[in-house]
């Protein structure tokens, strides 16, 4: 499936392979091919969908004779159609599907933590492979971690990225569940928050993104993940408020804050005015299209976004002629000499 050219009613171009399973198919999705030309001039979006009996789209666990005979022509085409009339397709700003599984997820364990059901939240841990994990507020933050991948997708990546596998193993697709999150690596080093000796807080040294970052959110930015209010749908967990951000603050840089500090959030957006920035010789590309909005994080600095979606590559050549522009305005400051 692919959303590159689509706008509000717009067409879907559908393809079935016929003769093959859908593997190796995925140019079909892209202007390379008719299909995506298609598309691309109709504002449309591109599906490819297996045919029955081709791959694992089976109605039946084998290809005998009694299976096969329910493979004809017209079982193909109704098959089509149904798609068509039934398919409640997930529209750009994300998986829909993985949103709603992810919602279920924190949904369910929300709820055994409002009741205190150690026991299910227990068992919940060791479905991700987190059954080590000794606090419930690390394991709740540990789901958050496909957040972080979303924000990484660009209009050029397929299927293979660790999102797409996060949203296919809460699936369960092909026998694969969706743990372990820390592969080899113990759960408590991997993603714990309550051993202030982890090296990744406390080191020093320079090179080190983790702890610059962690100054910064803990005084100017407060950029913190935290769940909303119930009765939202929610993508993060409840359990998440900012008290448990503040407190890494604490943990890292103990030396700066000796409780949980509230950042000044409120004076940096007084001083560089948020939104409404306005700055002279500013080019200011990012917000129009997020990542709810059908958009990418940081999709305008690759060129090869730029080719793969004519919106980023619009952006991109106004930023090449207001810096042409702004360039031969320029005049060197003339230097007086003692």
């Given at each position: 499936?692919?959303?590159?050219?689509?706008?509000?009613?717009?067409?879907?171009?559908?393809?079935?392979?016929?003769?093959?399973?859908?593997?190796?198919?995925?140019?079909?999705?892209?202007?390379?091919?008719?299909?995506?030309?298609?598309?691309?001039?109709?504002?449309?979006?591109?599906?490819?969908?297996?045919?029955?009996f081709f791959g694992y789209?089976?109605?039946?666990?084998?290809?005998?004779?009694?299976?096969?005979?329910?493979?004809?022509?017209?079982?193909?085409?109704?098959?089509?159609?149904?798609?068509?009339?039934?398919?409640?397709?997930?529209?750009?700003?994300?998986?829909?599907?993985?949103?709603?599984?992810?919602?279920?997820?924190?949904?369910?364990?929300?709820?055994?933590?409002?009741?205190?059901?150690?026991?299910?939240?227990?068992?919940?841990?060791?479905?991700?492979?987190?059954?080590?994990?000794?606090?419930?507020?690390?394991?709740?933050?540990?789901?958050?971690?496909?957040?972080?991948?979303?924000?990484?997708?660009?209009?050029?990546?397929?299927?293979?990225?660790?999102?797409?596998?996060?949203?296919?193993?809460?699936?369960?697709?092909?026998?694969?569940?969706?743990?372990?999150?820390?592969?080899?690596?113990?759960?408590?080093?991997?993603?714990?928050?309550?051993?202030?000796?982890?090296?990744?807080?406390?080191?020093?040294?320079?090179n080190n993104a983790v702890?610059?970052?962690?100054?910064?959110?803990?005084?100017?930015?407060?950029?913190?993940?935290?769940?909303?209010?119930?009765?939202?749908?929610?993508?993060?967990?409840?359990?998440?408020?900012?008290?448990?951000?503040?407190?890494?603050?604490?943990?890292?840089?103990?030396?700066?804050?000796?409780?949980?500090?509230?950042?000044?959030?409120?004076?940096?957006?007084?001083?560089?005015?948020?939104?409404?920035?306005?700055?002279?010789?500013?080019?200011?590309?990012?917000?129009?299209?997020?990542?709810?909005?059908?958009?990418?994080?940081?999709?305008?600095?690759?060129?090869?976004?730029?080719?793969?979606?004519?919106?980023?590559?619009?952006?991109?050549?106004?930023?090449?002629?207001?810096?042409?522009?702004?360039?031969?305005?320029?005049?060197?400051?003339?230097?007086?000499?003692?």
């Amino acid at each position: 499936m692919n959303w590159e050219f689509y706008e509000p009613g717009g067409p879907i171009i559908l393809l079935t392979p016929g003769e093959a399973n859908t593997e190796g198919s995925g140019g079909y999705l892209t202007n390379t091919t008719i299909n995506g030309l298609i598309a691309q001039q109709q504002n449309g979006a591109t599906i490819v969908i297996e045919h029955r009996f081709f791959g694992y789209s089976n109605p039946y666990d084998n290809l005998t004779s009694q299976s096969l005979a329910l493979l004809t022509i017209q079982q193909a085409i109704d098959d089509l159609v149904y798609f068509a009339t039934n398919a409640d397709l997930p529209m750009p700003g994300g998986d829909a599907n993985c949103s709603s599984d992810i919602e279920t997820v924190f949904a369910y364990l929300d709820r055994m933590y409002a009741v205190n059901d150690t026991a299910g939240i227990q068992t919940l841990k060791e479905v991700f492979g987190l059954g080590d994990l000794g606090h419930v507020d690390d394991f709740a933050m540990a789901l958050t971690i496909n957040l972080v991948d979303w924000q990484s997708l660009q209009p050029y990546v397929g299927p293979g990225t660790m999102f797409f596998k996060f949203c296919d193993a809460l699936e369960v697709k092909d026998g694969i569940n969706a743990g372990p999150v820390c592969g080899d690596q113990d759960a408590e080093s991997c993603i714990g928050t309550y051993d202030t000796s982890e090296s990744y807080g406390t080191n020093t040294t320079v090179n080190n993104a983790v702890r610059s970052w962690t100054w910064m959110v803990c005084n100017q930015v407060g950029l913190y993940q935290d769940g909303p209010p119930y009765g939202q749908p929610a993508i993060v967990s409840r359990i998440l408020d900012p008290i448990y951000h503040e407190r890494q603050c604490v943990n890292f840089l103990p030396e700066a804050f000796a409780s949980p500090p509230q950042p000044t959030t409120a004076v940096t957006n007084m001083i560089y005015a948020g939104w409404n920035v306005d700055v002279e010789r500013l080019f200011f590309a990012n917000g129009l299209r997020d990542l709810g909005g059908g958009g990418f994080h940081g999709s305008d600095m690759f060129t090869k976004s730029g080719i793969d979606d004519p919106t980023i590559a619009a952006v991109q050549e106004a930023a090449l002629e207001y810096m042409a522009e702004w360039l031969a305005e320029w005049k060197p400051s003339t230097l007086e000499l003692p």
